[in-house]
């Protein structure tokens, strides 16, 4: 079956610590992003990439960093200047460029990572 | 991206009809109307989308007036599993992709 792969599901760090949370796909999508939710609230972007070594800032980038070295995979790392890294963080794909309006900007969301730095 | 409003929560009777609506006043011609659902502690699922005719797939129907300032999102026969998160958001190609979150409406199906 296609679809987005994020793990883990639950992730604690101690304040000050780096860490990197997976996005994987097998759908063959060009374009990924990476959004974050705190409680009650919509969701923001924080970066996003339409091909393999190339990705761009969202509305909520500083304090975190991505690579994109392979179509499938597209990493975020929670670095520590991120102030209240504590959130649910969603990766998604979509079959289009950004941009395109219509059918290929559908996005297909991950299952999600909660993390929680004490 | 055009601002869409929608009303913070609904409930609705299982085995009933739930329509969802969203105003998106406004709306540029290229942009097209999108809903999101989110079931809680999960990621968003594509529902539906649709420029100016209606749209109709397995999961819902898309209603949209003549004028494009506003929408309905129908769940033809509401299932407690339809209780989620409804995102209402109207998107172009004037930008990056990023899809524009707001509050959205919880609805709630009752037994």
């Known amino acids: 079956d296609g679809g987005i792969t994020q793990s883990p599901k639950y992730l604690f760090r101690k304040e000050g610590q780096n860490v990197t949370l997976s996005c994987e796909q097998n759908l063959n999508h060009d374009a990924m992003y990476w959004y974050r939710q705190d409680p009650g609230q919509g969701l923001r972007l924080i970066y996003y990439s339409q091909i393999v070594n190339d990705f761009q800032k969202g509305d909520i980038a500083e304090g975190y960093s991505v690579s994109r070295e392979k179509k499938e995979s597209f990493p975020l790392t929670v670095t520590s200047a991120q102030k209240n890294p504590t959130a649910f963080y969603l990766c998604?794909?979509?079959?289009?460029?950004?941009?395109?309006?219509?059918?290929?900007?559908?996005?297909?969301f991950g299952p999600g990572t909660r993390l929680t730095v004490l | 991206d055009a601002k869409t409003t929608q009303p913070p929560s609904m409930d609705c009777a299982e085995g009933r009809a739930a329509n969802l609506p969203c105003n998106h006043s406004t709306i540029s011609g290229n942009e097209y109307v999108y809903w999101y659902r989110q079931i809680h502690s999960q990621g968003p699922q594509y529902i539906i989308h649709?420029?100016?005719n209606n749209e109709t797939n397995e999961m819902a129907s898309l209603i949209i007036t003549e004028d494009r300032k506003s929408s309905t999102l129908i769940l033809p026969h509401a299932t407690l599993r339809d209780t989620a998160v409804y995102y209402c958001?109207?998107?172009?190609?004037?930008?990056?992709?990023?899809?524009?979150f707001g509050q959205g409406t919880t609805l709630q199906v009752k037994p």
């Open positions: 958001i109207a998107h172009g190609s004037s930008n990056t992709g990023k899809l524009i």
């Open positions: 998604a794909s979509s079959r289009g460029i950004p941009g395109t309006a219509g059918s290929y900007n559908e996005q297909f």
């Open positions: 649709g420029l100016k």
